[in-house]
Structures are given as structure tokens and as C-alpha cells.
């Protein structure tokens, strides 16, 4: 049985950096196929996703957020680390980690909201 | 970038009606597209990968089908219990969400 849980701050200040923690069980990221990423959604809007890791060690990044994402995985406590630096009011939103077997989301975590706010 | 559209943004149908959403994307990306149902405060759910292919316990009455650039999820007979926002979503270059179709119970 397949797990997630997304696990860091509920609140954060503007200029800060975020740091979100997936956990997860029921697969090994080491796995040929196997990817974890993240996707937001701002409240009543849609889904953005931000970043993927593969069991490779690749790493992809939305185009629009590169150079703000930093993800890493550390396979030996089945988590995966996303960080987002410069916080800003408008990365308010919900924040999701989900299993991806050759691309498709099959397991997504409940998603933890984010708060941007001075 | 790929940019994926859908149509139609809201869906308002009655129950046993027969719902079509499309998705276009910009370029061509072969079959690497899934659809994913949304209800308010849940996660997504995978309801159809790589454009046709079913998953393991959603009902039938949810297909895929296109192909390249154009892609169709259709609901035949449609319940009340799908309610809900459906987005399409690419894994052929890096990965992009559509917009979402919100479908409304009559």
C-alpha cells in the first residue's frame, strides 16, 4: 500500500525560504520507473506542478520556478526534500507530493497548506 | 513549454447524460497524457493514463481516447458522485496541468 504525507510549515513570511518534506511508503524511489514530485494549487485554482525526482537521481524543474526549486531525495528515509526560496504571498496554496510510475501521478499525499503572510 | 487547454472550463449536466472534455496540447506528445478527478478538499485521483488506458477501480463509465495534440476524457452516464474538476495533465516534456473542467450536477 502506497503512501504519502507532506509534512513542513503552515505559515511562512514573505522572503523566506520553504522547506517541504514528503514521507513516504509502500515503494522504493530506487525503483526503475518510479518518480516523486510536487504540484501546488492556490486556493480555487488549478494544479502547477513545481518539481519531479526520478529514481535515477534526475531532477526536473518547472521552467517558471527553476530557479527558486531545489528537490533531493534521501532514499534511506524515504523522503523527499522540496525548498523554495524568496516566499512570496502569492505561493500561498496547497502543496502536494505524488508517486509518478512513467509519468503518470498513480498516488498523491493529502496535501498541506501553505501560508504566506507577514 | 507545453501548454495544455481545455474546453469547456464548466460543465453544468444531469444525471445518465453523456460528458465529453477536451484537452489540446501545443505540441505533439504521442499518448503521454492522463486525466485526473479533483473533488472539493481531496487530492487528485489518476482516472485514465497514457490518453486510454484505465486504472484498476474506477468505474467504466470513465474513458480516454486521442492522441498527438488532442485528447478527449468522456464519462458515459454520468452520476452524481462525479462531481468534480477534471484535469488533464502532460508527462511528454517535463509536466504540465491544464486548466481544470468543472463539472456541476444539474
Known amino acids: 500500500q502506497i503512501t504519502l504525507k507532506e509534512s513542513g510549515p503552515t505559515l511562512v513570511k514573505p522572503t523566506q525560504t520553504l522547506t517541504l518534506t514528503c514521507t513516504f511508503s509502500?515503494?522504493?524511489?530506487?525503483?526503475?520507473?518510479?518518480?516523486v514530485g510536487w504540484i501546488r494549487q492556490p486556493p480555487g485554482k488549478a494544479l502547477e506542478w513545481l518539481a519531479l525526482i526520478y529514481w535515477d537521481d534526475d531532477k526536473r524543474y518547472s521552467p517558471s520556478l527553476k530557479s527558486r526549486l531545489t528537490i533531493t531525495k534521501d532514499t534511506s528515509k524515504n523522503q523527499v526534500v522540496l525548498t523554495m526560496t524568496n516566499m512570496d504571498p502569492v505561493d500561498t496554496a496547497t502543496y502536494y507530493c505524488?508517486?509518478?510510475?512513467w509519468g503518470a501521478g498513480d498516488y498523491w499525499g493529502q496535501g498541506t497548506l501553505v501560508t504566506v503572510s507577514s | 513549454e507545453i501548454v495544455l487547454t481545455q474546453s469547456p472550463d464548466f460543465q453544468s449536466v444531469t444525471p445518465k447524460e453523456k460528458v465529453t472534455i477536451t484537452c489540446r496540447a501545443s505540441?505533439?506528445?504521442?499518448?503521454?497524457l492522463h486525466w485526473y478527478q479533483q473533488k472539493p478538499d481531496q487530492s487528485p485521483k489518476l482516472l485514465i493514463k497514457y490518453a486510454s488506458q484505465s486504472i484498476s477501480g474506477v468505474p467504466s463509465r470513465f474513458s480516454g481516447s486521442g492522441s498527438g495534440t488532442d485528447f478527449t476524457l468522456t464519462i458515459n452516464s454520468l452520476e452524481a458522485e462525479d462531481a468534480a474538476t477534471y484535469y488533464c495533465h502532460q508527462s511528454s516534456s517535463l509536466f504540465t496541468f491544464g486548466p481544470g473542467t468543472k463539472v456541476d450536477i444539474k
Open positions: 509502500g515503494f522504493s524511489l530506487s525503483t526503475s520507473g518510479v518518480g
Open positions: 505524488a508517486h509518478f510510475h
Open positions: 505540441q505533439s506528445i504521442g499518448s503521454s
